[in-house]
């Protein structure tokens, strides 16, 4: 089975760690989000996965290449102006003959994927949306009967417009024949302008509900708090928490017998950790990293090839290879030049 991943935007709520980076190749415990839901989609069947991207395609081919160390076949159209969700759809048309995956390529979820093609096929449906409660006006709300078909798509509605706590999940099934109803080679929104165009031709839609773990990561806020949800066991990661371990050491990584360890942490592969230093509670740190003698971290994300020193406690920050980002007001997010700091 293929699937499309819709990969092309510029995460501009998520800077700083967008700014040399393509919003889905954000690390998620270490890995980029957008490995972590190719090999999901691997473990339902799919074998082939095609990417639409725009902003800093080369970070994502570079990285994935043609599939082959994941065991998959990988597919790249790179826009060259955003085309909007149905407009980069279209432009993949030529891939796809047979039912197909579609996934906004910023949502990390445990929506059950393989029960969502069953259900598709049951409902005789063009196209399954996932949907996902969300006590929240700023998404997409979609309205459906008792039936599980649509019935209405509501953007982004008021408090007195919201009939439906359900919201559009960004996670599709469609069969092919949908494409012929979008223009080709135009900036369309498949939520906003394709799916209410099919409900007025007549196509059924179904609704796929699900309360499984979801999180759109399209922000600073988000992002930390996904890692803090798989820190507390909220949603699944396949090496986290096996056997109830809330203490994750990864390949080679060497631990100075006097460190004390507070889970949940997690460390990659490589690193070092020096003496006297304290880690955790809810902490992640990457690959690569140096950690020197009595530092203290604790309620961080430390990205890969990170090198911590002068006796430094890191509390509440995100850190990337040049940035540190402050978490106490969320709403007003600090940063920092990391060599500026190691410098007072």
């Known amino acids: 089975m293929k699937a499309l991943f819709l990969a092309g935007g510029m995460g501009t709520r998520l800077k700083p760690l967008t700014d040399d980076l393509p919003k889905p190749m954000v690390p998620i415990m270490v890995k980029p989000l957008l490995e972590r839901n190719m090999l999901k989609l ?16 080369q970070k994502i081919e570079e990285y994935f290449g043609d599939g082959t160390k994941l065991g998959l076949k990988i597919h790249y159209v790179c826009e060259d ?16 003959n047979e039912t197909f995956i579609v996934i906004n ?35 997409d709300v979609i309205e459906y009967n008792i039936n599980l078909y649509a019935e209405s798509f509501i953007d982004k509605p008021t408090l007195s417009e919201i009939k439906s706590s359900y919201i559009n999940a960004g996670i599709y099934i469609f069969e092919p024949n949908v494409l012929n109803e979008i223009p080709v080679k135009q900036v369309i929104s498949i939520e906003r302008e ?44 396949q090496e ?7 203490i994750f050491i990864g390949e080679n990584t060497l631990i100075h017998p006097t460190v004390k360890i507070i889970g949940p942490v997690f460390i990659g592969k490589n ?14 740190i990457g690959n690569n990293c140096r950690v020197d003698i009595n ?22 920050i995100a850190l990337d290879s040049e940035f540190i980002i402050f978490k106490n007001n969320m709403n007003a997010i600090e940063t920092e030049l990391l060599y500026e700091r190691s410098a007072l």
């Open 42 to 57: 691997k473990d339902c069947g799919v074998d082939e996965i095609i990417l639409s991207t725009c902003y800093k395609p």
């Open 81 to 96: 102006i955003p085309l909007d969700t149905g407009g980069a759809i279209k432009n993949t048309e030529e891939f796809f």
């Open 105 to 139: 390529a910023n949502i990390f979820s445990d929506i059950d994927i393989t029960e969502m093609i069953k259900f598709h096929k049951e409902k005789g449906a063009a196209v399954t949306i996932a949907v996902t409660r969300v006590d929240n006006s700023s998404y």
């Open 194 to 237: 394709t799916f209410p165009l099919l409900l007025k031709k007549g196509y059924p839609i179904a609704v796929y509900k699900s309360d499984a773990y979801w999180m759109d990561i399209g922000t600073v806020k988000n992002y930390i708090q996904v890692h803090q949800d798989i820190l507390n066991g909220l949603c699944s990661l």
């Open 240 to 246: 986290f928490k096996a056997e109830n371990q809330d």
């Open 271 to 284: 690193t070092i950790i020096g003496a006297y230093s304290t880690i955790g509670p809810n902490t992640i």
């Open 295 to 316: 530092e203290i971290i604790t309620d961080a994300i430390l990205w890969d090839n990170i090198n911590l020193q002068n006796y430094f406690t890191y509390s509440s």
